[in-house]
């Protein structure tokens, strides 16, 4: 583990009288060295000292990093989150009684969760996205839309998240009479709410469907809402057959306007869906990109020994990539998680961020996320700080806004983390 910021947290006072350093409360150990100061010379004393520190620091910080209670308190920021695949299951079954929805398999909440889950734990991508006939089905109405948009807000705040910014397609909630913009207001009103009453922060992001024709549409949608909180522009749905060059009148719109776009490839589809989304469709974010590891080379041991132009492009552009980790393996994006690129990405120093992609069907938070990258991936409290930084700096949001998040909320959040593991020593 690399820590980087023992002197901000081992505070040195004005006085030269080595027992006048401000150290935390002292351990049983700490006595026995403070018994033997005379015995020293200041210069070894400190240099005794300091060590020592660190390896408390060292110890506490790996030993607890892991821990769901530590990781759901530091701030967090989420970029790549389905709306409508978040649902909370007692939501859907009220939604669901409300409008005499009579699909469910169930009406059980706990039965309801893991049935989605189920479902989506299948290795299959299409198998995946099956669940969300149901959640989409329940969310036809501007109140059901505006209330999981807050619920969703809400969720937010309890897992620590300081900014997300989600998803969903408006095509898809419109079975009631409503119209796309009807869909967005809606869902922009639950969002603004839940940014009023917990604090967190917030951008929405319109997707248009790979299998359907009126992405331009979409695309026009997202511009007209940009002053509203909308704030990008993506391509979503099943890969297979349906590249995004098929969609370059709608992605040529956004770039016209200077508009985000963020684009799904590479997830169910080789690494030519990444090229296509870059190269043709000028993305500024990769959804996913789990196939890029296609494009490097790796040597005997498992380590880089080189890079193709797509993955070299990716890295020096600091492009970034939306890993999803729980997901890729429902989905069978990656065999075991373990085995996820993120690990190498991260390591070879792409801009690779972490994310929930559909909280309901992967069971999971960005807790969890985070959770499962540490333990697989050995990140340090610094790792977990770093790909915070890395999706703040990806937003989709002005710079200034960005700043404000990384300087006013984030570096102080995790500075207060590691002086609060220090005390507990």
């Not at 530590?70 to 409008?99: S, Y």
């Not at 970034?320 to 690990?343: M, R, Y």
Request: hydrophobic share 40%.
């Amino acid at each position: 583990m690399r820590c980087t910021s023992i002197f901000h947290l081992v505070k040195v006072s004005s006085s030269p009288a080595l027992w006048e350093l401000t150290l935390p409360p002292p351990l049983d150990s700490t006595r026995i060295l403070i018994k033997v100061i005379n015995s020293f010379c200041i210069a070894d004393l400190l240099h005794l000292i300091f060590s020592y520190y660190f390896l408390i620091l060292y110890q506490t910080i790996e030993k607890n990093v892991t821990k769901e209670e530590i990781i759901r308190a530091v701030p967090k920021v989420l970029l790549h989150d389905h709306l409508d695949g978040g649902l909370r299951p007692e939501t859907i079954i009220e939604l669901a009684k409300d409008i005499k929805y009579k699909k469910l398999p169930t009406n059980d909440p706990d039965e309801l969760r893991a049935w989605f889950f189920e479902g989506a734990n299948k290795g299959s991508l299409p198998e995946y996205l099956r669940g969300f006939e149901h959640t989409c089905a329940v969310m036809q109405t501007r109140e059901a839309l505006e209330r999981v948009a807050y619920e969703m807000m809400e969720d937010m705040y309890n897992d620590g998240v300081c900014y997300v910014e989600t998803r969903f397609a408006p095509v898809y909630h419109t079975q009631k009479g409503l119209y796309h913009s009807d869909v967005v207001s809606a869902v922009l009103n639950g969002l603004e709410r839940g940014r009023r009453d917990f604090g967190t922060g917030y951008g929405l992001i319109l997707c248009g469907m790979r299998n359907m024709k009126n992405t331009e549409e979409i695309a026009e949608l997202a511009v007209d809402f940009r002053q509203k909180g909308v704030v990008g522009f993506d391509l979503a749905g099943e890969e297979g057959g349906y590249p995004p060059k098929k969609h370059i009148p709608a992605f040529q719109f956004i770039q016209r306007e200077n508009f985000n776009i963020t684009i799904h490839a590479g997830e169910a589809f080789g690494k030519e869906s990444i090229w296509q989304a870059l190269q043709w469709c000028g993305a500024h974010r990769i959804g996913h990109g789990t196939k890029i590891i296609e494009d490097l080379v790796f040597d005997s041991e498992g380590n880089v020994a080189g890079m193709g132009e797509l993955a070299q492009y990716i890295l020096d552009k600091r492009i970034p990539i939306e890993n999803c980790l729980l997901s890729n393996v429902h989905t069978g994006a990656v065999d075991k998680i373990e085995n996820h690129p993120f690990g190498v990405l991260y390591r070879s120093k792409f801009r690779v961020t972490i994310n929930t992609d559909d909280r309901l069907m992967s069971d999971t938070t960005m807790t969890k996320e985070f959770m499962t990258a540490a333990e697989n991936f050995n990140l340090s409290l610094d790792d977990i700080e770093k790909l915070t930084i890395n999706a703040m700096k990806s937003a989709f949001i002005h710079h200034h806004q960005r700043l404000d998040f990384i300087y006013k909320i984030i570096k102080p959040g995790y500075q207060k983390m590691r002086e609060t593991l220090l005390s507990l020593n």
